[in-house]
């Protein structure tokens, strides 16, 4: 698994990452020690990460409560949502997909499909962040290469993403879902 050293170097391709202190945590509910140690080792401060199709935003720790919006609760009414599971936090989205933090798992789920049923993507908050940065930067080194005519991936860079995350994460099989859940296929 990476470190929080190997994250925070591939996110900062991005973006900027600083450490942040648990006191800049606003939610109602206590931070998980998981996430309050990403903030201080990792540090994205409001990351957005170029990808195919929508890019991903992995917001600083300050603004994390607020981005629970529309997941746990409904931002015209300020109601919480009946099917949003407590112990989850949206620890970053794609175009509104979240990312979500559960008892240090990591899962991901589509929204607009009437209820919530995310699925295990990565085992914790960090290997995703490495794993986000590494999809990143396959993106931001391919340049205008990366899609053909059309709009597809060039297979190279798919095989890219494929070996550059298996080198991370030490698992061809769980690297080959992760490019096929980011859209890669």
């Given at each position: 698994?990476?470190?929080a ?19 800049e ?5 206590p ?7 990403f ?10 990460i170029d ?11 300050s ?13 015209l ?16 989205d ?23 049923e ?17 999809l ?24 890219e ?25």
């Amino acid at each position: 698994m990476p470190t929080a050293n190997q994250a925070r170097e591939l996110l900062e391709a991005h973006g900027t990452c600083q450490p942040q202190d648990a006191s800049e945590w606003t939610g109602d509910i206590p931070l998980p020690d998981a996430i309050a140690d990403f903030y201080r080792e990792v540090g994205p401060v409001n990351i957005t990460i170029d990808g195919y199709g929508d890019p991903i935003f992995i917001p600083s720790l300050s603004q994390l409560w607020p981005r629970q919006t529309g997941y746990r609760w409904n931002g015209l009414t300020g109601e919480s949502i009946a099917d949003w599971d407590k112990d989850r936090i949206v620890v970053a989205d794609e175009g509104a997909d979240p990312f979500i933090y559960c008892h240090g798992r990591i899962l991901f789920a589509h929204h607009g499909e009437g209820g919530w049923e995310p699925c295990e993507l990565y085992p914790d908050i960090v290997t995703m962040a490495a794993c986000m940065g590494t999809l990143g930067s396959v993106v931001l080194n391919a340049g205008e290469k990366f899609s053909d005519d059309d709009g597809y991936i060039r297979p190279e860079f798919r095989t890219e993403a494929i070996s550059r995350l298996t080198e991370i994460i030490k698992n061809k099989t769980e690297a080959e879902i992760i490019v096929e859940t980011a859209g890669w296929s």
